[in-house]
């Protein structure tokens, strides 16, 4: 089974400062996607960035990297250079590749706070 | 167009009533989902559909009736509902096929509230 875990429940960071998101997995698949996704207080779920089990190098989008570490299980995101508009919830999750519209595994969530 | 539209964006009911909840996608994709969110909890998945067809129920019951009338369109009838499933639905489509990390893509929710 697959498991995501987000040891962070809240994180603050001061603006323009640079901030990483723990997130650990587990799954026995050999392929898989990680994401990440920003949910602000409004409720949408937005998609950040992905990162592929068998992708060499880290991926990387805009100001949002993803720092994967296969051989330790961890897929943690960097915001580099903080907004206040980075204020949000931040959710890991999993999903099998070759999956027919299969299940995403979700991570229990960090709070981002942005502090001026 | 990548955007999920969902509707309405807030909904009130009581526990006898009967109402709707509405997503529509156009990307192309054939997969579509529903998911029920608790506040500071992940999304919990209760209903996928692929190529129209429901491919997934995770033990949702059964005052909780989806319907998919065609690709692009997703609905959550919703009857007889009680207080604890307020919640946030939210919708989300992706594309189906193999070798492909198929990425979700949300809408901006329902927030219903049961009284």
């Known amino acids: 089974a697959q498991k995501i875990t987000q040891t962070q429940p809240g994180m603050f960071v001061q603006e323009k400062e640079a901030v990483t998101l723990d997130c650990t997995y587990d799954?026995?698949?050999?392929?898989?996607?990680l994401f990440w996704y920003k949910q602000p207080s409004s409720g949408e779920m937005i998609f950040l960035i992905y990162?592929?089990?068998?992708?060499?190098q880290n991926a990387t989008e805009g100001r949002y990297s993803l720092n994967f570490q296969k051989a330790r299980k961890s897929a943690n995101l960097v915001i580099s250079a903080s907004q206040l508009g980075d204020s949000a919830m931040y959710f890991c999750?999993?999903?099998?590749?070759?999956?027919?519209?299969?299940?995403?595994?979700f991570g229990d969530g960090t709070t981002l706070t942005v502090k001026p | 167009d990548t955007e999920v539209t969902q509707t309405p964006k807030h909904l009130v009911m009581g526990m006898t009533n009967k109402k709707s909840l509405k997503c529509e996608q156009h990307?192309?994709?054939?997969?579509m989902y529903w998911y029920k969110q608790k506040a500071k909890k992940p999304p919990e998945l209760m209903f996928v559909?692929?190529?129209?067809?429901?491919?997934i129920n995770e033990s949702v019951p059964s005052r909780f009736s989806p319907e998919c009338p065609n690709s692009s369109l997703l609905n959550l009838h919703l009857h007889a509902l009680q207080p604890e499933d307020s919640a946030l639905y939210l919708c989300?489509?992706?594309?189906?096929?193999?070798?492909?990390?198929?990425?979700?893509?949300f809408g901006p929710g329902t927030r219903l509230t049961v009284l």
């Open positions: 989300a489509s992706s594309q189906l096929g193999t070798g492909s990390y198929n990425e979700q893509f």
């Open positions: 999750a999993m999903r099998e590749v070759n999956t027919n519209a299969g299940k995403s595994t």
């Open positions: 990162q592929g089990s068998y992708d060499q």
């Open positions: 990307m192309g994709h054939r997969a």
């Open positions: 559909y692929s190529y129209e067809k429901l491919s």
């Open positions: 799954t026995s698949d050999p392929s898989y996607g």
